[in-house]
């Protein structure tokens, strides 16, 4: 099999890091947790994040007999123990997201969210920094202050980190631009000019990752993730944001991608039909600008390999969602041998999906996938 890169994995940052690890006076502004009566609350300052009983019994256990995440898996910590689980996953390379992390994007506090983001980033930093030719590290970005945003994004870039995590949805109380905004424009000025890939992983930057309560929720609130990615990709294209910025990069991570190019071909169709109301004028139409500067990465949504005509196959990539029960690890190797069943499609394509095109656009550090600085 060829190059297997999985475009999305993820790390679990020791229990105290992100918050033991700020100065006194910003740990009340940060991710905390703190015991209430019957309840452990996780907040961000004094926003409650969500809320866990505390006598809840065993932990629920995922079909492997597991508990459901796996979050106490040595791999997600140890770098020795996650090569030993790619090795049986029959993964090669990644990309590593945080865990508690993914929330920091609800610190409101701009001092504290810079704060925070740096000690997660120094953390991933230091822990795979030797090894930048099988993982990829990408880091937090703050986005409170758009100054901390390039500053941080011109720090990573010195320490080797080819890509940064925006929210992957902007909520109206959020207190942020939305993505029509201008006032993101040096943000992806600097994007273009550091070579930093922009990475939307789903669930982040929403208040709540629990839209729905009672029958259907467990489906219901991951399906609807998808949701986000398609919003802010369609209003990053309408709003010109990703046209202003031709080189900018953004890629959905979580989300699946057979609605990319739904997505494209639905805003072609309304901006030839309301042609006369359009604003601001883009220079391609909304599928080129997708096709030139976005991807999204999926786990078992064939229907995108066959959409591909659309999208172009360069925005497709593989990943095994390491180690939730969500993903693909420990059958990875399985799910990867019928996902072009019955698809017409060449081997170089194949090879960009299963590992190319991510390996490529991460610029991961091995001779055949590094490509030239901006």
């Not at 910590?77 to 990644?94: F, I, Q, S």
């Not at 902007?170 to 993505?179: A, K």
């Not at 939730?324 to 690890?329: A, I, K, Q, R, S």
Request: contains cysteine; charged residues 25%; aromatic residues 8%.
């Amino acid at each position: 099999m060829s190059f297997v890169f999985s475009a999305d994995g993820h790390l679990v940052e020791p229990s105290d890091l992100l918050n033991e690890g700020l100065p006194l006076s910003l740990r009340p502004l940060g991710l905390r947790s703190e015991k209430r009566g019957d309840y452990i609350f996780s907040l961000a300052g004094e926003k409650v994040l969500h809320k866990t009983r505390i006598n809840t019994g065993p932990p629920r256990l995922g079909p492997d007999g597991e508990p459901f995440g796996r979050p106490d898996r040595r791999g997600n910590r140890e770098v020795e123990w996650r090569l030993k689980d790619m090795a049986l996953d029959g993964v090669d390379g990644e990309i590593v997201f945080p865990s508690l992390g993914l929330t920091s994007f609800l610190v409101e506090d701009p001092q504290a969210e810079l704060a925070t983001a740096q000690l997660y980033n120094d953390w991933c930093h230091g822990l795979l920094k030797d090894h930048t030719d099988t993982f990829v590290r990408c880091g937090i970005l703050p986005v409170r202050d758009f100054r901390n945003t390039v500053a941080e994004m011109e720090r990573l870039a010195r320490l080797g980190f080819t890509a940064g995590m925006l929210p992957s949805v902007i909520e109206q109380n959020s207190g942020l631009p939305n993505y029509q905004s201008d006032a993101w424009d040096p943000v992806f000025a600097a994007a273009e000019r550091l070579g930093i890939v922009f990475v939307l992983h789903t669930g982040t930057g929403r208040n709540d990752v629990r839209s729905f309560r009672g029958p259907g929720g467990a489906v219901a609130n991951y399906t609807v993730q998808a949701c986000d990615g398609f919003i802010t990709i369609m209003t990053m294209v309408a709003g010109g944001l990703l046209d202003r910025f031709p080189r900018a990069k953004v890629c959905v991570i979580e989300g699946g991608a057979s609605w990319l190019a739904a997505l494209a071909e639905r805003m072609d169709e309304v901006y030839d039909a309301h042609e006369s109301f359009v604003q601001p004028k883009l220079s391609l139409h909304p599928s080129e600008i997708i096709a030139r500067q976005v991807a999204c990465s999926f786990q078992y949504d064939r229907a995108c390999i066959m959409s591909r005509a659309v999208t172009g196959a360069q925005a497709l990539m593989w990943g095994a969602d390491y180690p939730h029960h969500e993903g693909t690890f420990p059958r990875s190797k399985e799910v990867l041998a019928r996902l072009f069943d019955g698809i017409e499609i060449s081997e170089t394509q194949k090879a960009g999906i299963i590992g190319g095109n991510a390996a490529r656009l991460f610029r991961l550090n091995r001779p055949e996938f590094v490509r030239a600085e901006p």
